[in-house]
């Protein structure tokens, strides 16, 4: 859905917390203590006090369904991954420069979930680093510079990452070594979302071409999560990635959202795509919150980049965090979790259109597993930002805490742990046609 009139929404500002909102004490507190880089859900923020599977505890003692937090993807406190933490910790903890096996281990069983030419993984303690990496190890590797990514798209905090970020961007414009395609959505290539995404990412080379710039690559989020969550047609990358590649530049799948089998259909999102990434970045439900994140490269093009730059990360890759990451790979093949977000995720769009059917401000589901992208749009069918923040506010007051997302702040973004079970999908179904009403 486009619309002329709609606001564009910058990512870290939706359903977010705006000074004066709440006269409560521990808000002030945080504020007074975060200062302008506060960032909090909802107008009257929520005091936490623990969380457990799918559900988060406040401090009041109310109970919510957490379908936002994609981090936790394994459950809130996972027995197992809570274990291997503390197992480790209390044993070694240190950095790389010394050889120890459960980082190996841990490494060796990641590779094993990854396409085989990327054979290094360097491991970052946030998916900002590893984005900054990967395209430092992209223009290394290709001689380029150019990154293209898509218009609403959100890759980190670095100084590097914020300019290929439009989505944090407040003011100004991005620099003339980025281009911002539009997503691959029917609003902006019909029915031809693959053939039409190529064109726009052909008509970026070409620009670069104009501007004296050679492309480094082509950055995307493999579900498209901020820009509003475009799945389908699987295989729709493919041709993009082609183009991108006959003009010398690399794919960089950044699968902080959708990796680790959130998209029910496959382990990572790129791989629905069919497409092979030269570069992998992921982070987020890595260590199910013990804060973690990587780039899976292939050797020739890290070292490349190595050459000419060392790299060293304090944090990154310490044995805690392999022991989490581990942790996190026995439980989703353990407890069958990709499977579940498959089944579940396909129930869950299911009941959902049933309500799209009969209500038209719910415009488009889509998504894959359990991911998913909810539209509303008002009577004339264009996105409807208020009507998305009231009902984020009422499924809250139900117990059900939902985030936003895309270029106009119109789509729900549906990211429940991987856990899910039937009757906690069909709560927040219940909940988000009760906030409707
Ligand atoms: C797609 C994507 N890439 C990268 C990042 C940055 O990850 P981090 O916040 O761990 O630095 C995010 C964070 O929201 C993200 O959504």
């Given at each position: 859905m486009t619309s002329d009139t709609a606001e564009v929404r910058q990512i870290l500002d939706m359903n977010a917390y705006r000074p004066g909102d709440s006269a409560a004490a521990a808000v002030d507190r945080r504020l007074a203590n975060l200062g302008a880089a506060s960032v909090l859900f909802y107008r009257r923020p929520i005091e936490m006090a623990e969380a457990k599977g799918a559900w988060m505890t406040a401090t009041d003692g109310t109970r919510y369904l957490d379908f936002y937090n994609n981090v936790p993807s394994v459950g809130h406190c996972h027995p197992e991954v809570v274990a291997a933490v503390s197992r480790q910790i209390a044993r070694l903890n240190v950095h790389t420069r010394y050889v120890v096996e459960v980082v190996d281990d841990y490494l060796e069983a990641l590779k094993a979930a990854l396409p085989a030419p990327l054979g290094n993984v360097v491991m970052t303690c946030s998916g900002s680093e590893a984005n900054d990496l990967a395209i430092r190890i992209a223009r290394a590797a290709t001689g380029g510079t150019g990154v293209i990514v898509t218009e609403t798209a959100y890759h980190g905090n670095t100084a590097l990452v914020t300019e290929v970020s439009p989505s944090a961007l407040k003011r100004g414009s991005l620099p003339d070594w980025v281009i911002a395609?539009?997503?691959?959505?029917?609003?902006?290539?019909?029915?031809?979302?693959?053939?039409?995404?190529?064109?726009?990412?052909?008509?970026?080379?070409?620009?670069?071409?104009?501007?004296?710039?050679?492309?480094?690559?082509?950055?995307?989020?493999?579900?498209?999560?901020?820009?509003?969550?475009?799945?389908?047609?699987?295989?729709?990358?493919?041709?993009?990635?082609?183009?991108?590649?006959?003009?010398?530049?690399?794919?960089?799948?950044?699968?902080?959202?959708?990796?680790?089998?959130?998209?029910?259909?496959?382990?990572?999102?790129?791989?629905?795509?069919?497409?092979?990434?030269?570069?992998?970045?992921?982070?987020?439900?890595?260590?199910?919150?013990?804060?973690?994140?990587?780039?899976?490269?292939?050797?020739?093009?890290?070292?490349?980049?190595?050459?000419?730059?060392?790299?060293?990360?304090?944090?990154?890759?310490?044995?805690?965090?392999?022991?989490?990451?581990?942790?996190?790979?026995?439980?989703?093949?353990?407890?069958?979790?990709?499977?579940?977000?498959?089944?579940?995720?396909?129930?869950?769009?299911?009941?959902?259109?049933?309500?799209?059917?009969?209500?038209?401000?719910?415009?488009?589901?889509?998504?894959?597993?359990?991911?998913?992208?909810?539209?509303?749009?008002?009577?004339?069918?264009?996105?409807?930002?208020?009507?998305?923040?009231?009902?984020?506010?009422?499924?809250?007051?139900?117990?059900?805490?939902?985030?936003?997302?895309?270029?106009?702040?119109?789509?729900?973004?549906?990211?429940?742990?991987?856990?899910?079970?039937?009757?906690?999908?069909?709560l927040f179904a219940e909940a988000f046609e009760a906030a409707l009403a």
């Open positions: 395609v539009p997503p691959p959505s029917a609003a902006h290539h019909g029915n031809d979302i693959a053939a039409g995404f190529r064109a726009s990412i052909e008509a970026a080379l070409a620009e670069f071409a104009a501007r004296g710039i050679r492309p480094a690559a082509l950055l995307v989020d493999s579900i498209f999560s901020s820009d509003g969550i475009f799945a389908d047609p699987a295989g729709f990358l493919a041709p993009a990635v082609e183009a991108v590649r006959a003009a010398g530049g690399l794919f960089i799948a950044d699968e902080v959202q959708p990796g680790f089998a959130r998209t029910g259909d496959a382990f990572w999102g790129f791989a629905r795509h069919g497409v092979t990434p030269d570069m992998v970045t992921m982070g987020k439900p890595m260590g199910n919150g013990f804060p973690m994140a990587a780039v899976a490269a292939r050797p020739d093009d890290l070292a490349a980049f190595c050459a000419d730059t060392g790299y060293f990360n304090t944090f990154g890759g310490n044995p805690v965090a392999a022991a989490a990451g581990a942790a996190v790979l026995r439980v989703i093949a353990e407890e069958g979790l990709q499977a579940n977000a498959q089944r579940i995720g396909g129930l869950l769009r299911a009941r959902l259109r049933e309500t799209a059917a009969r209500d038209g401000r719910v415009s488009d589901i889509r998504g894959a597993g359990l991911f998913i992208g909810i539209d509303l749009a008002d009577g004339s069918g264009r996105p409807d930002p208020a009507l998305t923040v009231r009902v984020i506010d009422a499924m809250r007051d139900r117990g059900v805490l939902i985030g936003a997302a895309g270029r106009y702040g119109n789509t729900l973004k549906v990211r429940p742990p991987l856990c899910l079970g039937e009757d906690e999908a069909a």
